[in-house]
């Protein structure tokens, strides 16, 4: 079982950027599907964007796509989330979560297994 952390979160004007990064222990990093999500509050947690085992299935949140990119680098363990153009909209706590079957199945957070902390994304208008 994995244990992940992510790191990157702070403020930044709109239209900014930021990198999010999430560690993962363990050597089963290059089995999981990744996935970061967000939860605004009072708001549900919802989809950001997830990557398959190999980094080549990728999806994307519509209210993200073409602003963010999700990368992983298997052997460091990590995934990345390059945040562009940033909105007032986007500020939440972003999580980063993990899934052992491989491939991204479901954008349902309940159904993904292992999750990190959080860090928290403010945009500033």
């Known amino acids: 079982q994995g244990h992940l952390v992510e790191t990157g979160g702070g403020l930044v004007q709109a239209g900014g950027s930021l990198r999010l990064s999430c560690v993962v222990s363990?050597?089963?990093?290059?089995?999981?599907?990744m996935g970061w999500f967000r939860q605004a509050p009072g708001k549900e947690r919802e989809f950001v964007a997830g990557i398959n085992w190999s980094g080549r299935s990728i999806y994307y949140a519509d209210s993200v796509k073409g602003r963010f990119d999700i990368s992983r680098d298997n052997a460091e363990n990590t995934v990345y989330l390059q945040m562009n153009s940033l909105e007032p909209e986007d500020t939440a706590v972003y999580y980063c979560?993990?899934?052992?079957?491989?491939?991204?199945?479901?954008?349902?957070?309940?159904?993904?297994?292992?999750w990190g902390q959080g860090t928290q994304v403010t945009v500033s208008s």
């Open positions: 363990g050597s089963a990093f290059s089995t999981y599907a």
């Open positions: 979560a993990a899934d052992p079957t491989m491939e991204v199945t479901t954008r349902v957070p309940a159904r993904w297994d292992y």
